[in-house]
């Protein structure tokens, strides 16, 4: 059965993107903490270099995916993956579809009716595979609908101090996780944490 999973890279402080929504700091541990070629993919491939452990992490998780779901700001800044994103068909949630889209050949959807049918949409699109959500925003707006089943947080060995924080604007806290998954990387640590379900 497919699975909504928050895919996030983070500060130790909690920051996922400092206060331009520049993401370095957080993204560094995957260009620069090891030897291993990690291929993206999609139609604008990266490659990354990491360390064994997150490598194997990182080719487990991917391969559990079939579809991304995320908010119009993650989808500007990221200036919509070329198109198609390397884990599948992405849905973006918005109040309006972006002048120039949809475009020819691209699997960027639109989703402008609200956040329970971009969840059934991209699992309906994953093909029994997971959705990964990108976007602090969309995160927390899926927690709070109850609609998120895992935390998958890569923790980077920085503190930023100031930004966008992943978990600002939470309803009916305390939320409860279950026990995480635990990677150690070199300037990273990867946490998995099921989502618990009253």
Not at 160 to 170: C, P, T, Y
Request: net charge negative; proline share 5%; glycine share 12%.
């Amino acid at each position: 059965m497919s699975k909504v999973i928050a895919l996030m890279s983070m500060s130790l402080d909690g920051y996922v993107a400092d206060r331009n929504d520049g993401v370095g700091e957080v993204f560094d541990w995957y260009m620069n903490s090891g030897d291993v070629e990690f291929h993206t993919g999609g139609s604008d491939p990266m490659t990354f270099h990491v360390s064994p452990p997150s490598a194997e992490h990182l080719k487990k998780l991917w391969s559990e995916l079939g579809a991304v779901l995320t908010g119009r700001r993650t989808f500007e800044v990221a200036d919509g993956w070329g198109g198609n994103h390397a884990w599948g068909p992405a849905f973006v949630v918005t109040r309006e579809i972006p002048e120039g889209w949809p475009r020819p050949n691209s699997t960027v959807h639109f989703v402008t009716d609200g956040i329970e049918s971009a969840v059934k949409r991209a699992k309906a699109a994953a093909g029994g595979k997971n959705v990964a959500v990108h976007g602090a925003d969309t995160i927390q707006q899926l927690l709070n609908a109850g609609l998120l089943d895992e935390l998958c947080i890569d923790v980077a060995a920085v503190l930023l101090g100031s930004g966008v924080r992943l978990f600002d604007h939470l309803a009916g806290t305390p939320a409860f996780l279950g026990n995480p998954t635990v990677t150690a990387g070199v300037g990273v640590t990867h946490l998995r944490y099921p989502v618990r379900k009253e």
